[in-house]
């Protein structure tokens, strides 16, 4: 298994400003995802961050809104930038080791955007 | 496209009742079937991994089972408790998916009374 950490657990924020989520994992790990859990919703994914390559973009979210970077095999971070009253959802960190293993989540980041 | 659905939507025992949740899937090309449980304003925790080869999971209480042929998975959970208050959510990892996401159903939501 992995263990996940995320910096800020939550945030408040204005309307127009960015935040950047950290996810720390205490192992290296291939595959990295970060999700959206808006109020009374389901997870959606947002985008793939494997080390080595530029982050892949579901449809609906483009890298000017979410810009992701991924340095290392345990560290990434997620960008929710000129934020609006839509963005406040709960950010969820996700790993992998690959297809077949477990994926393993990050406690969230509950975000509220005023 | 893949849709995951989840049923019932949310449920209600006593306490010490077998109960059984309802997973669906509508494309049968899965490499696997995760569950996972999510307790109010926390992230996920994974219950069980099923590959497509595997017809069911087996951890304490919880039996997950896989028909993937007709597109379906059950999580059976033994003499429930009021600690199993939680919502649960499947998601299926698709097989021609190289970047191994996965598509979440909308979760039931589970309530063990005393």
């Known amino acids: 298994s992995a263990v996940i950490s995320q910096k800020p657990s939550r945030d408040i924020c204005q309307r127009g400003t960015s935040l950047t989520i950290q996810c720390q994992v205490d192992?290296?790990?291939?595959?990295m995802f970060w999700y959206r859990q808006q109020p009374g919703q389901s997870l959606t994914l947002i985008a793939t961050?494997?080390?080595?390559?530029?982050?892949?973009?579901e449809s609906g979210f483009v890298i000017d809104k979410f810009p992701i970077s991924r340095p290392n095999l345990t560290f990434s971070t997620l960008t929710v930038s000129n934020m609006s009253p839509e963005d406040s959802s709960i950010y969820l960190c996700?790993?992998?080791?690959?297809?077949?293993?477990?994926?393993?989540f990050g406690p969230g980041t509950r975000l509220t955007v005023t | 496209k893949q849709e995951v659905t989840q049923i019932p939507a949310a449920l209600s025992v006593p306490e010490g009742e077998n109960l059984v949740l309802n997973c669906s899937f509508t494309?049968?090309?899965?490499?696997?079937l995760q569950w996972f449980r999510q307790d109010p304003g926390k992230g996920l925790t994974s219950l069980l991994l099923?590959?497509?080869?595997?017809r069911e999971q087996t951890s304490g209480r919880l039996n997950a089972s896989l028909d993937k042929s007709s597109g379906r998975s059950t999580l059976y959970i033994a003499a429930s408790q009021p600690g199993d208050s939680a919502t649960y959510l499947c998601?299926?990892?698709?097989?021609?998916?190289?970047?191994?996401?996965?598509?979440f159903g909308q979760g039931t939501e589970l309530s063990v009374k005393p």
């Open positions: 192992s290296q790990v291939t595959m």
């Open positions: 494309d049968s090309a899965i490499y696997n």
């Open positions: 996700s790993v992998g080791r690959d297809r077949e293993s477990e994926q393993y």
């Open positions: 998601a299926v990892r698709l097989i021609y998916n190289q970047g191994g996401k996965l598509i």
């Open positions: 099923i590959q497509s080869s595997q």
């Open positions: 961050a494997n080390q080595g390559s530029e982050a892949t973009y």
